[in-house]
């Protein structure tokens, strides 16, 4: 009867593993399309060095700041317009 005040309803322990695997899966995608699109912008095909060059590695700094940046925007937007569809009065509700 918790989930009448608010509260989640326990998951089940396949439940929990299920979700921690789509997490799993979730992230491991996004640090896959970090790695593939900073690689491709930011360092040649031609490897030169067996190091990074300076120019190289703020390029992959900046890249991996601005994923993140852009990750992170996108996120709480999509979070934004979950909440607005689940209270179509406008945010008037209780407490407003």
């Known amino acids: 009867m918790s989930f009448l005040f608010g509260a989640k309803p326990q998951l089940s322990s396949a439940e929990k593993i299920a979700a921690a695997e789509s997490e ?9 399309r970090l790695t593939q699109s900073c690689t ?13 060059n300076k120019g190289e590695s703020v390029c992959l700094d900046r890249c991996v700041s601005k994923f993140f940046e852009v990750n992170l925007k996108v996120s709480e937007k999509m979070q ?8 179509p009065a406008g945010g008037m509700g209780f407490g407003m």
């Open 40 to 52: 491709k912008k930011c360092i040649p095909p031609d490897y030169r060095e067996g190091d990074l």
């Open 24 to 32: 799993i899966e979730m992230i491991s995608d996004m640090f896959n």
């Open 80 to 87: 934004s317009e979950a909440a607005g569809k689940q209270n």
